[in-house]
């Protein structure tokens, strides 16, 4: 049973850092690709960062470019979202997913499976 559990989300100041963890189970990381997506209240979920499955190419939608960077340690089956310099406009929850494609998308149609969400809030 594919399974995705997100931790790491908190309350920060605005300049912050944080890092967001997604720990899979039911499955070996580098066989899906793994996005990172963010929902804030009223908005449609957004895509923020995805790494394919079998090269590990790590692709950024433009409003976290420079700022986050996701990552992959195959031993602890884990994907790692490091978000930086972190803007109130950045607040939300934030999930990860699974999708067993080919290619690579930010968008959710793409993946099959999702966590539970992890809320990041980020205010002064």
């Known amino acids: 049973q594919v399974q995705l559990v997100e931790s790491g989300g908190d309350s920060v100041q605005p300049g912050g850092s944080l890092r967001l963890s997604c720990a899979a189970s039911g499955f070996t990381m580098p066989s899906y690709n793994i996005g990172w997506f963010r929902q804030a209240p009223g908005k449609e979920r957004e895509g923020l960062s995805c790494?394919?499955?079998?090269?590990?190419?790590?692709y950024y939608a433009d409003s976290v470019k420079g700022r986050f960077t996701i990552s992959r340690d195959n031993a602890k089956n884990t994907v790692f979202l490091q978000l930086n310099n972190l803007k109130p406009e950045d607040t939300g929850v934030y999930y990860c997913a699974a999708g067993y494609g080919m290619g690579y998308s930010l968008r959710p149609p793409f993946y099959e499976y999702w966590g539970q969400g992890t809320q990041v809030t980020v205010a002064s």
């Open positions: 790494i394919t499955n079998e090269h590990g190419r790590t």
